[in-house]
């Protein structure tokens, strides 16, 4: 039983489309995360979530936000996708900030 | 700005040797380090950790130690096996307090060799 889940696991779109990732966890953890592996393969935390207050990297363009509906699901919302956003996104959760994270499988999204 | 750095892209060790990853961080603050474990067309997988207090932590053929005056952590694998063959990441973080999550060195390939 898959512990954190996101989907679709791969996604190409074209520029200026909007898309959603979905994340959930079955873990009963209070935080989750969404991270970004660049083309250089630097895993970089984008946001992370925990009992309602959402913390945002500086760095992330405001086309990104995240949405969650319940402590088990935060989803992914890209506007107006730029070639620059295709990476492999990863969501996930921990029992408490910057403790262990428990990663999904990732979803790697292709713009062209 | 690189916090964690791991500044081996890769390494090759011959199946039953031991196996050194290193990592270096810069932030003092850090008080959690952690080491995850990844193979292509997946996510990362929680290996070991070890908090600040400590300097070192074994779990099976891994262990971590910490040189917190120097900055610096390593993985020893023993005795190497295939199936260690992966990219290793290091990773810091502050417990409770911080909110940028776990914040990741570059990743070392570890390459096993019959």
């Known amino acids: 039983d898959t512990a954190v889940s996101q989907t679709p696991k791969y996604l190409v779109t074209q520029m200026g489309n909007d898309k959603s990732i979905k994340c959930e966890q079955n873990?009963?953890?209070?935080?989750m995360y969404w991270y970004k592996q660049d083309s250089k393969k630097f895993l970089k935390i984008m946001f992370s979530?925990?009992?309602?207050?959402?913390?945002i990297n500086e760095t992330v363009p405001n086309r990104f936000s995240p949405k969650s509906p319940d402590k088990a699901h935060l989803n992914l919302h890209i506007n107006s996708l730029e070639l620059g956003d295709s990476a492999v996104y990863f969501c996930a959760s921990s029992l408490g900030r910057g403790t262990i994270n428990q990663f999904g499988s990732g979803t790697r999204l292709t713009v062209v | 700005d690189q916090q964690v750095k791991q500044n081996s892209p890769s390494l090759s060790v011959q199946e039953g040797r031991i196996s050194i990853l290193n990592c270096d961080y810069t932030?003092?603050?850090?008080?959690?380090f952690l080491w995850y474990k990844k193979y292509p067309a997946e996510g990362p997988t929680f290996l070991i950790s070890i908090s600040s207090i400590k300097d070192k932590n074994e779990d099976g053929r891994f262990t971590v130690f910490l040189n917190k005056s120097a900055k610096h952590l390593s993985l020893h694998i023993v005795p190497s096996q295939p199936g260690d063959s992966a990219v290793y990441f290091c990773?810091?973080?502050?417990?409770?307090?911080?909110?940028?999550?776990?914040?990741f060195g570059k990743g070392t390939h570890l390459i096993i060799q019959p």
């Open positions: 990773a810091a973080s502050v417990v409770g307090g911080g909110a940028d999550g776990l914040t």
């Open positions: 873990l009963g953890h209070d935080t």
């Open positions: 979530y925990n009992n309602k207050e959402l913390i």
């Open positions: 932030n003092s603050m850090f008080d959690y």
